[in-house]
């Protein structure tokens, strides 16, 4: 079936630290996948994404590896700051118009 | 460009009765994708509308519909409310040549 897993669900780290989020997909037919930040009562908001073309793509501090034999991506964010407390939601594409996303992982960055 | 617009923000329902929701898109973005989110359900895919058709469609009973008009703006119906229909209701858009989905602020929907 159509499945996202993340993992870790939490994930505190201190200030200037790296920290990791991994995803793994069921449907190989999948060929996009966004990362979404969701502050408080806020929208998610897209913050990076890859297709499965590609191998891995950097936007300042933040990455996304994709790994496709292994039907699994991961989100890096190095040099962590306070700001970067959030909710972080993995998604892979499934058909037209349609996100599957992981659960999801609070990130809380302590100063 | 403006961002994707909702409205109603927030709605106040009891059960059994319905309630519709409205979704503009970003200018130029023809693909509307509604979402429910719910602390123990996290992000859920409703369906999906390109050009006035629906083209996907998540597991969700036949109550929750919606429709999609010629400017690409969207709404979303539920009728016969259930308390388990509490959610923060959420749409997305996107232009055809790529999944890039941007999501609006949200409708904040409680049914009493």
């Known amino acids: 079936g159509e499945n996202v897993e993340q993992h870790p669900s939490t994930l505190s780290v201190q200030e200037g630290d790296s920290a990791v989020i991994k995803c793994t997909y069921s449907d190989s037919a999948s060929n996009y996948f966004p990362w979404y930040k969701q502050e408080l009562g806020k929208r998610p908001q897209l913050i990076i994404d890859i297709r499965s073309n590609v191998g891995e793509k950097k936007d300042q501090r933040i990455a996304v590896t994709l790994n496709k034999t292994a039907k699994h991506f991961s989100l890096h964010i190095t040099e962590t700051q306070p700001e970067d407390s959030a909710v972080y939601f993995c998604?892979?594409?499934f058909g037209w118009g349609k996100l599957q996303f992981g659960a999801g992982t609070q990130v809380v960055v302590t100063p | 460009k403006a961002g994707v617009t909702q409205t109603p923000r927030y709605l106040i329902k009891t059960r059994g009765q319905q309630v519709t929701l409205s979704c503009s898109p970003i200018s130029g973005h023809r693909s509307v994708s509604w979402y429910q989110q719910t602390p123990g359900q996290g992000l859920q895919f409703l369906f999906e509308?390109?050009?006035?058709?629906?083209?996907n469609k998540g597991n969700f009973p036949g109550r929750f519909s919606g429709r999609q008009f010629s400017n690409s703006r969207s709404e979303m119906n539920v009728s016969t409310l259930e308390l388990g229909d509490s959610a923060l209701y959420l749409c997305a858009s996107s232009t055809f040549e790529n999944n890039e989905q941007f999501f609006g602020p949200g409708t904040r929907l409680t049914v009493l």
């Open positions: 998604a892979a594409s």
């Open positions: 509308y390109f050009s006035e058709t629906q083209r």
